[in-house]
């Protein structure tokens, strides 16, 4: 080891930390790309995973049992008392997330874990990244039986359209003193709960019923 080189371990303090890199979130194969739900990286946290594309938002849940998830965008707290993200943060934004889990520093009022998420910022060269995807009911299956149908079910739960775009420019305005960065995104879902359906009397334009 070179006399400027760091130590690999951090002899300066006991915290235990996790960082998601701008590859890591890249990769991932979820169905939703918020960045909140990528806190499941570590082991420990519950009831914040989606399985099913429901594009949850929330940090909340709990870790190894215990509440009060600390949620912040570059230093700046972004979460309400119950420890869900306040704030729609724009995925294509994030540079990389920090999440601590144990030994956390005394500047931070944390009764659980704290996230930190980093945004991308602009530099001299210019830059862009375009992404998305769409999905809708052709690309998933049913689970409706005849056993199903012979007690008047007539449709399923299934996912009408479900889609994520994003694209980011980055560039200088003055080189090595002025950069710019720009990230817009849109996303969401729409779904259909079988045996729901619209109450067409409240509909506009609807006769009165009696």
């Known amino acids: 080891m070179s006399a400027g080189s760091s130590p690999v371990v951090d002899i300066q303090n006991v915290r235990r930390q996790t960082l998601a890199t701008a590859e890591v979130l890249s990769t991932l194969p979820m169905s939703t790309k918020h960045v909140n ?12 995973a989606d399985v099913d594309g429901r594009y949850s938002s929330q940090v ?24 869900n993200s306040s704030c729609q943060i724009n995925a294509a934004a994030v540079q990389e997330m920090a999440l601590q889990t144990s030994g956390i520093s005394t500047d931070t009022n944390a009764d659980g874990p704290v996230v930190n998420i980093i945004p991308k910022e602009g530099g001299n060269n210019f830059s862009g990244i ?35 775009e994003s694209i980011s420019l980055a560039g200088p305005i003055v080189r090595d003193k002025l950069w710019y960065f720009f990230a817009g995104r849109s996303w969401g879902f729409s779904r259909k709960q079988a045996g729901v359906f619209w109450n067409q009397s409240t509909a506009p334009g609807a006769p009165p019923t009696g």
């Open 60 to 83: 909340g849940g709990s870790f190894h049992g215990k509440r009060g998830t600390k949620v912040a965008f570059d230093g700046m707290g972004v979460e309400n008392t119950s420890g």
């Open 130 to 164: 375009l992404a998305g995807f769409l999905a809708n009911d052709s690309m998933e299956g049913t689970n409706l039986t005849p056993e199903l149908e012979s007690r008047d079910l007539t449709t399923s739960n299934s996912t009408l359209k479900m889609w994520d």
């Open 37 to 48: 739900n990528l806190v499941t990286l570590p082991p420990g946290f519950a009831g914040l």
